[in-house]
């Protein structure tokens, strides 16, 4: 019977972070699983447009790459989510797989990176593992999306998790809570002077590089530079991190326990 792996991430324009971030993720997850034949997918159609126009880069969409495996023949399809949390662009990759409910022979798709409990405890540990050496008056704080889903929760249910565990590191979103003035305001509380601002996401794209480290008045940098704290920016992303890639792994054997990964 012909396998597949199909990972999918919501993609990025910056070259040296897909590389660094996505190929590695894609191929720990073609490592670990040597029977399938490996194959990518992007849900974001800015993404998607701009690699086409710039670069004459085409990338299928989960649909189209779906549509391709069942073209070509594959029965047994593995789909591997690279997104952080269980959000729209989750869900949208699940509707997309639930078309097909019948027409493979077996159709398996791997949780985000969080998706449950022992996630958020994993992720610690990860994100621990590439926090710098800090001195009592610094801080790392972690840049997330943030969505106007629900999953918005995933955010301050990390950040508590960190504080509870006495952790030096605060978590934000730029599109929800908790927000930039709310992360500034506890660091006044803890008496910080420098801050360590690092994504809380798969890639070092578009808002790592813009709207986190860039001179830019509304950036991250900017506005904490305003407030006084002096600002190191890391630019890497959560797919650079092996214990990650691991999580993504782990996560599709829980969907196909049969499998045994390398």
């Not at 649909?63 to 069942?70: D, F, I, P, S």
């Amino acid at each position: 019977m012909k396998k597949a792996l199909l990972t999918v991430s919501f993609g990025t324009t910056y070259r040296d972070a897909r590389v660094r971030n996505i190929d590695a993720c894609e191929r720990r997850l073609a490592g670990a699983f040597p029977d399938r034949t490996p194959f990518r997918a992007f849900t974001s159609g800015m993404v998607l447009r701009k690699l086409a126009q710039r670069d004459g880069l085409i990338i299928d969409t989960p649909a189209q790459a779906l549509e391709r495996l069942w073209q070509q023949g594959y029965k047994d399809v593995a789909i591997q989510s690279l997104h952080i949390i269980h959000g729209d662009e989750y869900e949208k990759l699940v509707r997309h797989a639930s078309g097909w409910d019948g027409r493979f022979e077996a159709l398996f798709i791997g949780a985000p990176l969080l998706n449950h409990q022992r996630d958020y405890g994993r992720l610690i540990g990860a994100l621990r593992a590439q926090m710098p050496s800090l001195a009592d008056d610094e801080r790392v704080v972690f840049m997330g999306h943030g969505t106007g889903h629900p999953a918005f929760s995933a955010y301050a249910c990390l950040d508590h998790m960190l504080d509870a565990e006495g952790i030096p590191a605060l978590v934000g979103a730029v599109e929800s809570y908790p927000d930039l003035d709310l992360v500034i305001a506890r660091l006044k509380r803890q008496r910080v002077r420098t801050v360590h601002l690092m994504p809380l996401m798969l890639v070092a794209g578009d808002h790592a590089v813009k709207d986190m480290a860039s001179d830019d008045p509304g950036s991250w940098k900017s506005r904490l530079e305003q407030a006084g704290y002096h600002c190191r920016c890391h630019l890497q992303g959560l797919g650079e991190n092996p214990l990650i890639q691991q999580m993504f792994v782990d996560h599709l054997l829980d969907r196909i326990p049969e499998e045994t990964a390398l």
